[in-house]
C-alpha cells in the first residue's frame, strides 16, 4: 500500500488556532503518513523557543480549559510531531525577523505548498 501524503498549512499563532494544525500533523504521522506542516508568516511563531500562545480576545478561559483537560503544550506537540517524522517548512518568510527556531525548518515558496498540496491525500490550513 502506498504511503499517504498529508499537507497541513498553519495560519495563525493564536491559542485556538495552534492546536488544529498539530493535532491533525500528529494524528496524521501516527498512521504512517508522510506529513509536512507548513508555516505561514503569522503562524511561524509556533516555532520560536519564546512562543507563549494566547487566545483570541473573548475566549480567555480557553488556555485554562486546556490546562483543566491536560491537553499537551503547543511545544509539546511540536516535539512530539518532529519525533514522529513531520517534516517543517516555513513559507515565504524573511529570516531577518527574530526568530529563535525550536526545530530545523526549511524555507520554502508558497508555490511550493500548494504544489504539494495538490498531490496530497489531505490538505488543510488553519
Sequence with gaps: ????????????????SAYPPLNIAVGSASTGADVTLAFSRR???????????????????????????????????LEIAVEAGVKL?????????EIDFSYPVEQVPLKWILNEAVSADLFVHF
Excluded at 500500500?1 to 485556538?16: P, Q, S, T
Excluded at 511563531?45 to 503547543?74: C, Q, R, T, V
Excluded at 517548512?89 to 525577523?97: A, H, I, L, N, T
Design 1 to 16: 500500500m502506498e504511503k499517504r501524503k498529508v499537507v497541513v498549512l498553519a495560519f495563525h499563532d493564536e491559542l485556538e
Design 43 to 77: 503562524g511561524v511563531n509556533m516555532l520560536d523557543k519564546k512562543y507563549f500562545p494566547k487566545p483570541s480576545h473573548g475566549i480567555e478561559y480557553l488556555a485554562n480549559a486546556l490546562n483543566d483537560f491536560n491537553a499537551p503544550s503547543i511545544q509539546g506537540l
Design 89 to 97: 517548512f516555513v513559507v515565504d518568510m524573511d529570516y531577518k525577523e
